[in-house]
């Protein structure tokens, strides 16, 4: 059984950084796509980013671009994703999951297959 597990979270003041590390457990990193989401209080989950398996072909949504950047290290079996000039707006519950289609990047929920339980990211004003 695949297993994910976020941390890195936490209390930032706009314009600060933080790194997530999602750990995977009982699987091999290289073999999925990797994706990070976030959901901010009252809305939807939102992908952010992701990171192909076969290529480490990338894919960010506009607003993190520049700012935000996922990366893996297949030896740890553990990918990142380094968040640089937060804002209030980057406040979310931050999830990574794993595709194990291997196929193009894909954004949506349903298109992968496991998912870390979450980490808490609170970026003030």
């Known amino acids: 059984q695949v297993q994910l597990v976020e941390s890195g979270g936490g209390l930032v003041q706009t314009g600060g950084s933080l790194r997530l590390s999602c750990t995977v457990s009982?699987?091999?990193?290289?073999?999925?796509?990797m994706g990070w989401f976030r959901q901010a209080p009252g809305k939807e989950r939102e992908f952010v980013a992701a990171?192909?398996?076969?290529?480490?072909?990338?894919y960010y949504i506009d607003s993190v671009k520049g700012r935000f950047t996922i990366s893996r290290d297949n030896a740890k079996n553990t990918v990142y994703l380094q968040m640089n000039s937060l804002n209030p707006e980057d406040t979310a519950v931050y999830y990574c999951?794993?595709?194990?289609?291997?196929?193009?990047?894909?954004?949506?929920?349903?298109?992968?297959?496991?998912w870390g339980r979450g980490t808490q990211v609170t970026v003030s004003s």
């Open positions: 009982g699987g091999t990193l290289s073999r999925y796509n």
């Open positions: 990171i192909r398996g076969s290529d480490g072909i990338i």
């Open positions: 999951a794993a595709d194990l289609s291997r196929a193009v990047i894909r954004r949506r929920e349903n298109d992968y297959d496991y």
